[in-house]
Each structure stands twice: as C-alpha cells, then as structure tokens.
C-alpha cells in the first residue's frame, strides 16, 4: 500500500475510499494505468477494508475477479471505494470500483472473496 500512495477520502466500517495519482512507474508502454497496478489498488483496498473491521481472525484473498472499462492515463487522479457485498463466518465477499472522477467514468470493477483463516 505504501508504493501506491493512497490518499484516504473516508473510512467507515466496511468501506473505504481512497484516490491516487497515476504515476509514470504505473503506467504500461501506452502510458495508460496497468492492469496489474488496478488489480493492486483493488485488492490492497480489499484487504484493508476487511483489516478496519477489526475481527480476532486473519483474512485472506482466495480470488480476484476485475472488469476493465476504460483508461487512466497518468497525472490522472482515480478514486476506488470498496462495500462489502457478504459478510460470512468463513468467507467476506467485498467489491471494489474504479473511477475516473474528472471524467465520471467506472474504469475498473473488481470482486474479491476473503477467506478466514484463523
């Protein structure tokens, strides 16, 4: 989380929102935000949002699923908000969304199920 810079926007039990500056070291050939890099943003989200619920178990990612919809390009700024979707004993489905806020558009979405692990 520390590499990709998150600026925090809110944090309220089971959902965060932070942005980003798309920065040159993000960017494919294209100088468009990477894939992988969404993916990152996504599930390091995820991940915190489960950590703020502050549960007595460790959780981890035992899937990641991501629609891609359009570009950032860099000296961008993105937001992504997580919500949590189901929140079981064993597995906490949470959803995260992309956007492009000077463009009002979804760039990515991506779903995540977390797994107890004890």
């Not at 989380?1 to 070291?25: D, F, H, Q």
């Not at 035992?62 to 949590?84: C, L």
């Not at 064993?90 to 692990?117: D, H, W």
């Amino acid at each position: 989380m520390n590499w990709l810079k998150p600026t925090l926007i809110n944090a309220e039990k089971g959902t965060l929102e932070c942005s980003y500056i798309v920065r040159k070291e993000m960017t494919n050939p294209h100088g468009i935000l990477h894939g992988g890099i969404t993916a990152g943003i996504i599930d390091d989200l995820i991940g915190a949002t489960v950590y703020i619920l502050g549960l007595n178990a460790r959780y981890t990612t035992v899937n990641n699923n991501i629609d891609y919809f359009a570009p950032a390009n860099e000296g961008d700024e993105i937001t992504a908000k997580t919500t949590i979707v189901k929140q079981g004993r064993t597995i906490i489905n949470l959803q995260c969304e992309v956007f492009l806020p000077s463009k009002k558009r979804l760039i990515a979405k991506g779903y995540s199920n977390m797994l107890n692990i004890g």
